[in-house]
């Protein structure tokens, strides 16, 4: 009975370590080396493993590729409100989605400036991309029917970059703002 036991541990083990294999894949936008490789698809692949992820499912946030660039949207959902009186959305809301686009975009930037001699040092710098401190600025009340967010590269160096976000909601107000710096 035991070696029925060590069997099934090590397939098991197998069977985890493929699906971390293949989840790093979608990680890192599902890019075969030495082949040319389409941004778009890769952002597409980025907005993809996001969109994935058990929280993002959870909340309803998702990551979609606008006019050649990663934003960030949710919809108001009672779930998210974070204050009963005023029906406004959770800061905690606001924070999520503004650090999951600064990420994402970050991993978008990084991707644009790859050359086929870089790709595999890319690749594994959006495999390790983490948020390393963040400040986020709550500038209105979150009210809107949806909240989109968006960053912007302020620096992007080798070792870590430093980030611009925004969320707006549905009227275009600004409705939080932020500045994160991610280690990759």
Known sequence: ML?????????????FRQRMSDEKKNWTG???LGTKTDLNVVLNQLCKAFNSCPFFKHSGMIMRVVDGHIEGYVEM??????NLAFQVLHGGVAATLLDSIGGIVAMEHLYRRSTPETLPET???VTRLATVDMRVDYLA???????????EVLRLGRK????RMTMVNDE????????????Y
């Open 3 to 15: 070696d029925l036991y060590k069997i099934m541990g090590v397939y098991h083990a197998f069977k």
């Open 30 to 32: 599902n890019i075969q």
């Open 77 to 82: 959902q009672p779930d998210l409100i974070g």
């Open 123 to 125: 690749i594994k710098q």
């Open 141 to 151: 009340p979150g009210r809107g029917k949806y909240f989109i967010a968006r960053a």
């Open 160 to 163: 870590g970059c430093t980030m």
């Open 172 to 183: 275009d107000k600004p409705i939080a703002a932020g500045i994160a710096s991610y280690a």
